[in-house]
């Protein structure tokens, strides 16, 4: 390498990296990445207008924080590119250039002497030849610097930057200052610290140094491996794309293929319909024409007879003629050929055999749908519509092939599931059950083309109790009651069961309010409740201000006692659907939840907050929904038992609540809460928004007092009334 390749390497290695001019004052980022003072600060002054507190170093993309002032002055500088800076002055002079260091002329050096170490002007060089104890000395002209020269000054010694010291080099390194000093310094302010040879101090640090780059390229080899593998995976990663998009080409290729063919296919099988139905219309012309011409042959001839006015002719053809006009005339008209209706019906473009072709004598626009009293229906409920095809003369037809197809939206856009059953007469009944209230927007299609009227609304109405009859009364009698508190059901039996509390017994009732039997109980019981199995589950009041719960078959035979060591006074019970034995703990004030057997506690829970007693306990979606009277609201707790929110507040309004005791569940997924104080029944959807009541007329009014609640699986609610004895059934 000569010196102009030199020299435009090391013009290149000082090189800003932002402005791609050599460094003036070179600052180094933490990331050891170094530029020009002034162009670190353009940066950071870019950055702060769109207002950003970090910039990024242009080379490694760190970000750094832009310091106070804006200014990166206080970044340490940099020792090689400050010394590349003053050789490459040297070269090309500038402001930069090199200045005497032997005079105070500040005149530009010319000349460097090796052994002082120091630049030299032209005269001050001359005078450094003459003196005896420097004749000798190593001196090169700036003019004249070869490689080696270069590589030198590169390396030559740091000089003292205090004033007074600028001719002593930097030979010594304080230990507790970190700085490198000359001798007159380390004399001087540095006497008291702890001063190490240069050379030794750099060994130390160079192992440190060498040690952490170690490292770093340990790490690097990391890196390069991710790399490496990171490369071949993209590698893998576009070859399985490029094969997988060349599948997907190929499929698509092949199903276009299977789409022209089908598409061929199709279009024969629409010529071969085309040319049977232009075959019957030619015969039923060739019909039509044959006996027209019949017609106009005996109509010339005669009129020609007519004509003629031949008396003898008159006479004689008379009878053939009008024997020949009555014969054509009592002929049999044949029928216009009506062709059936031709379809074409895509069922699913994604499979093949996507669509088909229908031809049939249905009309779709004179089809239709008979529908009764469709304009409410009842959430929830079962409900249907026939639909009718007809033919072209309005008549009821039926052809196998007929496509219908009902789509029932709701008013969340999805769709209601729907079935269709065919009658194989031209009658097709379509059945759906409504889940929500709301608008359902009803479309009817027969082979592909929408049936008149479609679409309509249907409007789904919610679901409404209605009173249907009372049993029992105020006595000892079967049938009859003192203070009937709860009250269950078994849909497999069809059977109430009642605890008649004052009588100690449970009475057990069909749905219809016929008495069946009774089963008489040591003290009252305050709840009843079927297990999965049928049996009768029933909390007794025993002498001992305990209660215990009874287990007995739906016929009244005694089973055993449910261990009462979990439960202290277990004031309720409901079994969940899975089996598990739900119960209000009165004395404790806790919700518990039982094993099915009754033998282990799963889980004990109570109110936040709350030091009224829960009555009450149903479960259904992960939620268990409490009555606390004393408090006049439900309160509901997740699957864990954590506390939710509230159902209701005190008062008379709808939604509130006077000692709410007893509640049910329905079908239709809404709580119903029997609203004792208020003489009525709420009902609220599971997530606690009031929904309607149930005063029954005149049926709650003075002392009534509805206390317990249950359904049925077909829809009925029975109601307990504990001050008018008897039981209510709504349908």
């Not at 003290?523 to 409740?529: D, F, P, R």
């Not at 109110?607 to 306990?617: K, L, S």
Request: aromatic share 8%; hydrophobic share 35%; charged share 25%.
């Amino acid at each position: 390498m000569d010196i102009q390749q030199l020299f435009t390497v090391l013009k290149k290695e000082a090189e800003c990296p932002l402005c791609l001019e050599t460094v003036n004052n070179p600052k180094t980022l933490p990331c050891i990445h170094s530029f020009c003072l002034e162009c670190l600060d353009k940066h950071a002054n870019f950055a702060r207008r769109r207002l950003q507190a970090t910039i990024k170093c242009p080379v490694c993309q760190t970000s750094f924080q832009i310091p106070e002032g804006d200014s990166f002055k206080n970044l340490p500088a940099s020792y090689h590119l400050n010394r590349l800076v003053d050789v490459l002055a040297l070269k090309y002079g500038g402001v930069q250039a090199q200045k005497c260091s032997s005079c105070d002329e500040n005149n530009t050096a010319s000349s460097y002497c090796f052994v002082c170490q120091i630049f030299l002007c032209t005269s001050c060089f001359e005078a450094h030849q003459r003196l005896k104890s420097t004749r000798g000395h190593r001196n090169v002209v700036i003019e004249k610097l070869n490689v080696q020269d270069v590589r030198e000054l590169i390396h030559r010694p740091a000089m003292c930057s205090q004033q007074y010291h600028e001719n002593q080099p930097l030979e010594f390194y304080g230990e507790e200052c970190k700085v490198l000093v000359c001798h007159k310094c380390s004399v001087g302010g540095h006497n008291r610290h702890t001063i190490t040879d240069t050379q030794k101090a750099a060994q130390v640090q160079k192992m440190q140094m060498k040690d952490a780059l170690e490292k770093v390229k340990a790490e690097t080899v990391i890196y390069e491996n991710e790399i490496r593998k990171q490369t071949e995976l993209i590698d893998k990663t576009k070859n399985e794309i490029l094969s997988a998009e060349k599948k997907m080409t190929d499929a698509v290729e092949e199903r276009i293929r299977e789409l022209r063919e089908h598409e061929r296919v199709m279009k024969a099988k629409f010529a071969e319909i085309y040319k049977v139905q232009q075959k019957h219309h030619a015969t039923q012309l060739e019909n039509f024409e044959l006996v027209l011409t019949q017609l106009q042959s005996c109509i010339e001839r005669g009129e020609n007879t007519l004509e003629r006015n031949v008396s003898a002719e008159i006479l004689q053809t008379n009878q053939i003629i009008v024997g020949r006009c009555e014969e054509l005339l009592n002929v049999t008209k044949p029928d216009i050929y009506k062709p059936p209706h031709v379809h074409y019906i895509i069922e699913n473009q994604l499979n093949p055999g996507f669509d088909r072709i229908v031809v049939s004598n249905t009309d779709p626009f004179l089809s239709l749908a008979e529908v009764d009293n469709q304009e409410l229906v009842r959430e929830k409920t079962v409900a249907n519509f026939i639909i009718v095809t007809r033919d072209s003369g309005g008549k009821q037809c039926y052809h196998e092939d007929d496509q219908v197809k009902v789509n029932i939206i709701t008013p969340a856009g999805d769709q209601l599931e729907t079935e269709i059953k065919d009658s194989k007469d031209g009658k097709y009944t379509a059945t759906y059950t409504p889940q929500c209230v709301g608008q359902h927007r009803v479309e009817i299609q027969v082979n592909g083309q929408p049936l008149t009227g479609s679409p309509w609304v249907v409007q789904v109405i919610p679901h409404q109790y209605q009173f249907a009859f009372q049993f029992g009364s105020e006595g000892k009698e079967q049938g009859q009651f003192k203070c009937p508190w709860d009250i269950a059901v078994n849909d497999k039996t069809r059977t109430l069961a009642v605890a008649d509390f004052n009588n100690e017994r449970v009475q057990m009732f069909g749905f219809d309010g016929n008495f069946l039997r009774e089963i008489a109980l040591e003290a009252g019981t305050s709840s009843v409740a079927f297990t999965e199995s049928g049996d009768l589950l029933s909390s007794v009041d025993n002498d001992d201000n305990k209660i215990t719960l009874y287990l007995y078959t739906e016929g009244g035979q005694f089973i055993r006692y449910i261990s009462d060591e979990h439960v202290k006074t277990p004031w309720y019970i409901s079994v969940g659907s899975d089996g598990r034995i739900i119960t209000c703990d009165y004395d404790d004030k806790t919700i518990k939840v039982l094993s099915p057997d009754g033998k282990d506690i799963l889980q004990s829970f109570s109110a936040p907050g709350c030091d009224a007693e829960p009555w009450f306990v149903v479960y259904q979606q992960d939620k268990f929904f409490v009555s606390y009277p004393e408090a006049n609201r439900v309160m509901v707790f997740n699957i864990a038992g954590e506390y939710l929110y509230d159902i209701g507040t005190e008062g008379t309004g709808d939604g509130q609540f006077s000692g709410p005791t007893g509640l049910a569940i329905d079908k239709f997924d809404r709580l119903i809460v029997c609203d004792a104080g208020n003489r009525r029944l709420q009902l609220f959807t599971l997530d606690g928004k009031y929904f309607a009541k149930v005063a029954a007329g005149s049926l709650f009014v003075h002392n009534s007092h509805p206390f317990g609640c249950a359904v049925s699986d077909t829809g009925h609610m029975f109601v307990t009334d504990n001050n008018k004895h008897c039981i209510y059934v709504f349908n």
